[in-house]
DNA sequence: GTAAGCATGTAACTTGTTACATGATTAG
DNA sequence: CTAATCATGTAACAAGTTACATGCTTAC
């Protein structure tokens, strides 16, 4: 449902296609979704079919015609209404946890491993949002910018927990059972 | 994916009814994931199929008839070899998120109340993860403790996080466009 | 008596991904 | 000549939720 709701707050700034939205998305706000076309698409058709947008076919030389989406006043208005709603409870939900979880399996080098990705893919992310926060557009927008915030404050707790978690399996602390980690 | 596998290592650990393995997940793992029985039953019968697991009809009195699933030598053997794989990367992806990404179209008593909406509902995921940490279960098995310790880290995260929201929008710090937060 | 807990399940629906098809231009 | 970028779309599939149906027991 809140990929809806993006396409639409998107395009409550400017009109724009399918493919511009998508790439926009994946490229400043990676943290917050990706969407395939295959997701980008059927969501345009249906908010047209509703009547919560528009289309405009530009013909191109060269390229592909385009269609470009605007935004209707009762687009603005469903947009304006799920804003205020209060927003759904979500999960922690990684893959990477359950595979901790059940790290007992492993042998310590194999949870080692998989500690060591994990960190260099939160580090990855970490470099993409500082890469975006650096952009003018980025800066432009400050409740933009406040999302990237909020995303690496979580990842660099992530990964203060990973380093945490990294010394206490070389210290050998995480046996079958195994104590670990004081309460704060 | 990763339901399937939790089923499949919660069975890794003693035999269990599709009743029961839910309401474990939900009790001490809902930071992981909540799943209904629409999504734990099919999971059972389809481990079954593939020979994943056994299955057990226990009569009760009084009560409806059980069916307790086992885990198999095969169902171990996929197990252990997911458990090997890399994880999947995912996203932060929260519907509060995007709402505060187009907060420039709420007056400033929304947003706050947006952002106390969210704080409370962190505090009560502390609460619920501090008061699972305290049972015998989650003390007994130190990876379950590790990763009630990483949803704790990642929750008082964003819980410093929203402090500092809250504080810039009650000095009015963030207007149309706006700067904001010192970077660290 | 009524709500909650035990216990299982299915059908309809939602939301999304992956993989495919099409086809032109530009940069290396 | 090959890959990337622009640009649109669909079909098959995956994974899950919600809501329903059933039915018994125990605690308030």
């Not at 079919?49 to 030389?61: I, L």
């Not at 989406?69 to 409870?89: H, Q, V």
């Not at 492993?106 to 500690?115: I, S």
Request: hydrophobic share 45%.
């Amino acid at each position: 449902m809140s990929h809806r709701y993006l396409v639409l707050g998107l395009l409550s700034e400017r009109p724009m296609t399918g493919y511009e939205i998508r790439k926009r998305v994946c490229e400043t706000m990676s943290m917050i979704a990706s969407p395939s076309y295959g997701a980008v698409y059927p969501i345009l058709h249906r908010l047209l079919r509703e009547g919560a947008v528009t289309m405009d076919v530009v013909e191109q030389e060269g390229r592909p015609a385009k269609k470009v989406y605007a935004i209707t006043e009762s687009g603005r208005d469903d947009f304006a209404t799920w804003l205020r709603k209060p927003a759904a409870a979500d999960q922690v939900r990684r893959e990477f946890l359950v595979k901790v979880l059940f790290a007992r399996d492993l042998d310590p080098e194999e949870l080692t491993a998989h500690l060591r990705d994990r960190q260099a893919e939160v580090e990855g992310q970490i470099a993409v949002l500082e890469a975006v926060c650096s952009e003018p557009e980025a800066q432009a927008n400050g409740y933009h910018a406040l999302v990237i915030d909020y995303a690496l404050a979580l990842y660099r707790a992530e990964l203060c927990w990973l380093d945490r978690v990294a010394q206490a399996v070389r210290a050998g602390e995480l046996l079958q059972d195994a104590l670990l980690l004081d309460p704060d």
